[in-house]
């Protein structure tokens, strides 16, 4: 693999003290010159966070996703690095000439670089340059690393580290490092970006993350454990047993596939799974949206390829439907080299940066990995007990999901019946679908029906509901239907069955329900007006 090549006794006689200075007058912003949209974005983040102006470097650079090893030297790498030596945000003295590559030779003895934050309109990605790929005595037969394509971020990490090879990849010092020391921290620039697939959902991005971050990160957790090899559901299932330590109660999926569209999704903070080539399932539904400040994350070898869709791969469509954060690769990266989740959630849990936590979880630069998301984020500044005390002032949309947490809390240290008290409180005080379905969930198996029909019951004045609670409302139903309602199971089944954005399939298989359902009510003129629908789609899916 690279080896370093940095001369520790110059370093040494370099490092600086720690600055005083706050992160965010540390930060560096850059943006590209010939795309307005980039410009604007850096603004505004900048504004936003109160990060200097000044601390904006735009440089002008294609504007396309990817770029060549040649244009990425010229155009970002070299101009960059010079411009942060100039403002003395990076240290080093001159050498002489360049390297094979074109870049200038120099030894480095830190920077002060909090994070670089890397602008919509930036390229993403590097192309393989075959005249620059050299063999490498330690590479061996492992044909994998026999490249020198890379994600730009992922090279912009290495501007304070000294000499290195392009080809294959770079260990990263920091990975898995609770204590680094101030040398070893000197060497890297934490990179994280402001990405997606329209300038529009990047402001939003900044926005839903400054939003989360002054309530605390609040709502559900979702993690797909199942996948092509053995390590990857291992981090799952520690992400899971993460997210129950931290009061989430997650829903897990377990089976082969990913999450099904009809899956239950509501208030989605907490994303993470594994392993399509493009999102489905309930990310495709018509009006899907993540929750504020939601950290989303789907393993794939190129689910970052390009983050200018909201159709192909993960990353831009996670971002679209109002992500804050997400990792991905622009090019095959191989398990074993991309972000640890659990490493990142395990970091943003004790109240790490984003881009800490996530620099914390990177096994190596100079290879596919990207960071999307404000690099400042801190999800978890807020503690649940805060989030829980100050519930009466969040938007009636996020209050019952605070409460949800704090029943989790309760079950934890064995306080179910105060769970369970806490919950009717919450109801009468606010109704939320999300919190009858618990309700009366807990009293149906307690063999309480009548009390779960009246803890659920309000749902047959419901009119309409947010695509996130599709999957809530058919619950409802079905709690129903056990609890010997089946009429008003059979009301809210209905008010599903005239949501127009619908899409066929899960029409299709909410119908079929519905047959059943108006049969056993004795509702037959109902019962075949549903079958013969759902006989039309069958029939329209195979055409």
């Given at each position: 693999m690279k080896r370093f090549l940095v001369l520790a006794c110059l370093i040494l006689a370099g490092v600086r003290p720690a600055s005083a200075e706050s992160l965010a007058a540390r930060v560096v912003i850059l943006a590209n010159e010939s795309d307005a949209d980039s410009v604007r974005i850096a603004k505004y983040y900048a504004e936003q966070r109160g990060v200097p102006a000044a601390n904006i470097v735009a440089l002008p650079m294609p504007t396309g996703e990817t770029i060549t090893w040649r244009d990425f030297v010229l155009s970002i790498w070299q101009p960059l690095q010079d411009e942060l030596i100039r403002r003395e945000w990076i240290d080093a003295l001159q050498a002489q000439g360049f390297d094979d590559v074109g870049r200038r030779k120099l030894v480095f003895s830190g920077h002060r670089v909090s994070y670089l934050v890397v602008c919509r309109g930036v390229p993403l990605r590097i192309n393989h340059s075959p005249e620059l790929f050299h063999e490498q005595p330690d590479l061996g037969e492992r044909s994998e690393f026999r490249t020198n394509r890379s994600a730009v971020d992922s090279e912009l990490a290495l501007l304070a580290f000294g000499h290195y090879d392009i080809n294959a990849l770079v260990p990263?010092?920091?990975?898995?490092?609770?204590?680094?020391?101030?040398?070893?921290?000197?060497?890297?620039?934490?990179?994280?970006?402001?990405?997606?697939?329209?300038?529009?959902?990047?402001?939003?991005?900044?926005?839903?993350?400054?939003?989360?971050?002054?309530?605390?990160?609040?709502?559900?957790?979702?993690?797909?454990?199942?996948?092509?090899?053995?390590?990857?559901?291992?981090?799952?299932?520690?992400?899971?047993?993460?997210?129950?330590?931290?009061?989430?109660?997650?829903?897990?999926?377990?089976e082969s596939g990913t999450f099904p569209e009809s899956a239950r999704f509501d208030a989605p903070a907490l994303y993470f799974g594994w392993y399509a080539s493009n999102a489905n399932g309930p990310f495709r539904l018509p009006g899907f949206r993540f929750a504020p400040g939601a950290i989303a994350v789907h393993i794939h070898s190129f689910s970052a390829a390009t983050l200018r869709s909201d159709t192909s791969g993960w990353c831009g469509l996670l971002v679209a439907r109002g992500a804050a954060a997400t990792t991905g690769a622009v090019f095959e990266p191989y398990l074993q080299f991309m972000h640890f989740p659990h490493v990142m959630l395990a970091a943003l849990a004790e109240g790490q940066t984003l881009c800490d936590a996530a620099t914390l979880a990177l096994p190596c630069f100079s290879w596919m990995n990207v960071l999307i998301g404000d690099p400042l984020y801190r999800p978890f500044a807020r503690s649940e007990t805060e989030q829980w005390l100050g519930r009466e002032q969040l938007p009636a949309a996020l209050r019952p999901y605070v409460a949800l947490r704090e029943m989790q809390r309760l079950d934890r240290v064995g306080e179910p019946e105060a769970a369970l008290a806490l919950a009717r409180r919450e109801l009468n005080a606010q109704p939320s679908l999300a919190l009858g379905v618990e309700l009366a969930t807990r009293l149906e198996a307690q063999g309480d029906l009548a009390g779960a029909a009246t803890a659920i019951g309000f749902v047959t004045f419901l009119r309409s509901a947010p695509t996130n609670d599709w999957a809530l409302l058919k619950a409802a139903a079905e709690i129903l239907r056990a609890c010997g309602r089946g009429g008003d199971a059979q009301t809210v089944l209905q008010q599903l069955l005239q949501l127009r954005d619908l899409p066929d399939g899960l029409r299709q298989d909410w119908l079929r329900d519905g047959v059943r359902l108006a049969s056993g009510n004795g509702d037959l003129k109902q019962a075949m007006a549903w079958e013969a629908e759902a006989n039309q789609l069958a029939a329209k899916a195979k055409n």
């Open positions: 990263n010092p920091l990975f898995r490092s609770q204590d680094p020391s101030v040398l070893v921290e000197k060497m890297i620039v934490k990179v994280g970006r402001l990405d997606g697939p329209q300038c529009r959902d990047v402001i939003a991005m900044i926005d839903g993350t400054l939003e989360a971050e002054r309530r605390g990160l609040i709502g559900r957790a979702y993690v797909d454990v199942r996948g092509p090899h053995r390590q990857g559901e291992q981090w799952m299932r520690l992400i899971a047993d993460q997210a129950t330590a931290m009061d989430f109660r997650p829903e897990v999926h377990d």
